[in-house]
């Protein structure tokens, strides 16, 4: 059989790696089976779904006591709430009778979470408050306390951002963010008053896996030709996309972040034409705001780039054009459920809010002028993996992202354009789904930089 | 811009705007010609369907009347931004759409709500049949259009196509016009 490519030969991943990494070669190789294969879509949902701090929702989304949304995640329905007292709680939406979905509603406010089955109901703090025909049950306090809701393990809030696990052994959230943490708290310091998410939540499918979805996120190599269209429509209203001073951080933990200049505008932060002229005096008075908040240095930090920011395993937060928070969950191995919320300054004047929503949903979401190339090109690897599945010559069954590897063995800063991010991405995804890996030649020997503050503290 | 609300206006499919009648039929007749515009991707005719200062909004699936100025949606395009999403749809390089999705629209229910000095607002369901790449795709949900009556012809003030699926099913992305 023909080698067609100057590489160690590696097999299927029955008797290879999931994924080969070669420093001599710089080569960086994902095993395609890593998308398709069923038998991966359940370990990563067992090993990361259910061990991992997981992107449950923003609390603004539950304002007042009784507030309640349902959401599955990691395919468990739940119900995501705001108690009589103002606490935030989350519990398994299922009757402790029989194990019915307590809460049909995807949203409402309510006192009483009541099952239509026998009738049992739970007050929103989880306690069972009503047991029909309880003569028939023990006589005993400790029953009807055994009977109370099922409460999520872990749940920890940072910033605004509820996160859950289905673990209780998982470390304290803000060891799992890291670095992470840092930039989600720079997007809810935007707003002079705090920050909110809107309702008109763009809910959507893709038939892709949820890697795609965080690749795609990751990867600035494919900005221009995937978005070719939306580069000329940002020509054509004044505002000149390039690609410089992109770079690509490795978070730790496979949180990933990209820091952008140049890519284009963000509403009261970045000004381009296409905003118009109002616009341009208000994100001049915004700037001068934010300095006067938050000093010069965290100022110029939230300001003078757009960042895209991804925490392992389902959080991406968009800050560019204005702020998307997106979160993935997987269905099956060719199918991720997405959900987009707009996050936006609490008291901004209504002109600026109906800019900020054309602005952001004209590019992202499934009906802008940007996201559905990407959605196009996730399902279409989607469709395109299956070619080489059990390919005569199994060392065409890769997925190459080695672009950047030399950039990369020197130790230098890694650019938006390359595939360090994803390569960091995949690393830590084996890592956590316990898939092997091959690694020959020397990894660089320094830790990459962890964001731009400490790229430039190591300069 | 508020929701459209049912009203009293019409009498046996006719209303009143200040110029003069408009019939059901006619505003039958626009949206059955728009349909057929968008079917065979004739956009820039479709275009033209639109004042100046029209609007094209498709709301989330989740709406419950807010307009675009205080929440997310999936479309929300001033005229400017329509005329970018054609051009940008009639490129080579608009890969969501290249190739063209196979689209089969029927429109009916068509009532008309209420007239204005100059508008008539009306509603209408839709179903679309989208096919690519394979996959079939079906798109349910009402139109709340608001209409600029001229004197030869109707023009979209606000075009609004309002999904009633609880989500955009798998491959279903808004890559046409809904
Ligand atoms: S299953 Fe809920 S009351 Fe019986
Ligand atoms: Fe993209």
Redesign the pocket.
Known sequence: MAQQTPVRPLGAPGDGAMIDEDWEALRFRVHRSAYREPGVFAEEIARIWGHTWLYLGHETEIPKAGDFKTRTLGGRPLIFCRDADGEVRVFFNS??????V?CRHSEGNTKFFQ??????AFSNSGELAALPGDDAYPDDPAFRASMALRQVPRLQIHEGFVFIAFDPDVPDLLTHLGPAAHYMSLTAKIGERGMTTLPGVQLYSVKGNWKLAVENAMDGYHFAPTHNTFVGYLRETGFAVTDDDQYAYDLGGGHGLLVLTGHNGRIGMVWEPRFGEEEKERTAVKRRELEARLGPELAAEVADASRILFVFPNLLLFDLEALTIRQLEPVAADRTDVRAWQFVEVGEPESVRALRIKTMVSFVGPGGLATPDDIEAYEAVQRGIVATADAADPAHDWSDMSRGMANEKQGNQGRSIDEGAMRSFWRQWAHVVGASTSVAGAPPAGAPASGPAAAEAGE | MSAVTAGNGSRGGVVKVESREVTRAEVEEFLYREAQLLDEWRLDEWFTLFEPDGRLEVPTTDWAGWDATTAGYFVADDYELIRARVKRLKSRKAHAENPHSRTHRMVSNVILLEAGAETVWITANFVIHRYRDGGAYTYVGRYEHVLKVEPDGLRFRVRRAVPVMESMDPGARLSFIL
């Open positions: 009757c402790t009778h029989r194990g019915t307590l099952c239509f089955y026998h009738a049992w």
